[in-house]
């Protein structure tokens, strides 16, 4: 398996593994400072919470690829191969847009900041960029979904419908 597949398929998931170890070490760090010690750090509270924020966004585009995002499905078990093709094309195309504005006006709102973190005392540009870079991530999932979808349906084959919680 090539690199640039090995990425594709794990990207999303070996950087929400390093996000939410990031996250737990700290915090237990944390919680036995403040619990034994009697002493909390500014910067501990400031890495568990923009892990937590990079977390998110990160996981928004790992939904977007798994097509794991909450959706009401009982439209689905009524149409065909095709019409269930057609409503994830119309979705994704909906939600390219949406992600494209919303790419854009993060991106330049992530840049304005001027000011420095409390405790880490970094540029907290880095950290509000957790936002551009989690919709830039949707919109390249997004777009390899429609390229699959478009395949799928001129093809004929059965449309990727992601994992089930429910059945």
């Known amino acids: 398996m090539g690199i640039l597949k090995l990425l594709d398929k794990n990207i999303e998931r070996w950087a929400l593994l ?16 403040r619990e034994i010690f009697a002493y909390s750090s500014i910067w501990g509270e400031e890495i568990v919470r923009f892990s937590f924020i990079y ?4 996981g928004a585009s ?3 690829k798994d097509r794991a995002h909450i ?10 191969n095709r019409g269930k093709i ?5 979705g994704d195309l909906i939600m390219l847009v949406v992600a494209i504005f919303a790419f854009y006006y993060s991106f330049e709102f992530s840049w304005e900041s001027t000011s420095v973190t409390d405790g880490l005392r970094l540029d907290k540009s880095w950290f509000s960029m957790a936002v551009p870079i989690g919709f830039a991530l949707m919109l390249f999932r997004l777009l390899q979904s429609l390229y699959n979808d478009f395949g799928d349906l001129f093809a004929g084959r059965e449309v990727y419908q992601g994992e089930k919680m429910f059945d």
């Open 71 to 80: 959706r009401i499905d009982v439209l689905f078990h009524y149409l065909s």
């Open 18 to 33: 390093v996000f939410y170890t990031m996250l737990v070490i700290t915090m237990v760090v944390e919680v036995f400072r």
């Open 86 to 90: 057609i409503l994830y094309i119309f």
């Open 55 to 58: 977390l998110v966004w990160i």
């Open 62 to 64: 790992a939904a977007v």
